[in-house]
């Protein structure tokens, strides 16, 4: 499994880059799950990176305003971010999902067709009024995604496995799979839900709250990295 480790600036992307990620993801939590952050702080953690990691930058949690995501994904995609990935927030079609992904990728790959767009949707999807992650793969496939993701809308400590049991999360994966994607699950992850991921198979996992000790308030801890990376190795 790749790690994703989402920092908030700099300092943090640093510490993230130094302990070890696979992928340095630029969000603002104070947005929301996918918060965007400023076109010059994903400027700055690429240049920071120095090229040891490629970047992923959030534009927000949408929902269906397709035009307004187009712009964001391009911006981010400027902005140098490798990784441009949207979150399907009170989506409640498929028509409307596609649309979305649709315009969001032709955004991107028009602008540089080796950039990768990344759609998430929520396995708290029930509380926020938007479809299924389940329904993602077919959908994001036939927009032209190159990676779907499931992580937690509301950040209220509530871990995606509290949402989704094992069965649903191996059943994503797969479809993704199916469908020639990569996938991602995140959302309050903890260690101790490694072994059950490890049997999920995800190709990425992202996290936040796990290297900051528990709170994704503060500050990303280059030791918890560095434990992160080596049992994900193990």
Known sequence: MKLLVSPIN???AIIASRGGADIVDVKNP???SLG???PWIIRDVKEAVEGRQPISATIGDFNYKPGTASLAALGAAVAGADYIKVGLYDIQTEDQAFELLTKITRAVKDYDSTKKVVASGYSDYKRINSISPLLLPSIAAEAGVDVVMV???IKDGKSTFEFMDEKELKKFTDLAHEYGLENAIAGSLKFEDLPILERIGPDIIGVRG???GGDRRTAIRQELVEKLVAECQA
């Open 10 to 12: 700099r300092e943090e």
């Open 30 to 32: 104070k947005e929301g």
């Open 36 to 38: 965007a952050n400023f």
């Open 151 to 153: 992580d937690t809308a």
């Open 210 to 212: 796990m290297v900051c």
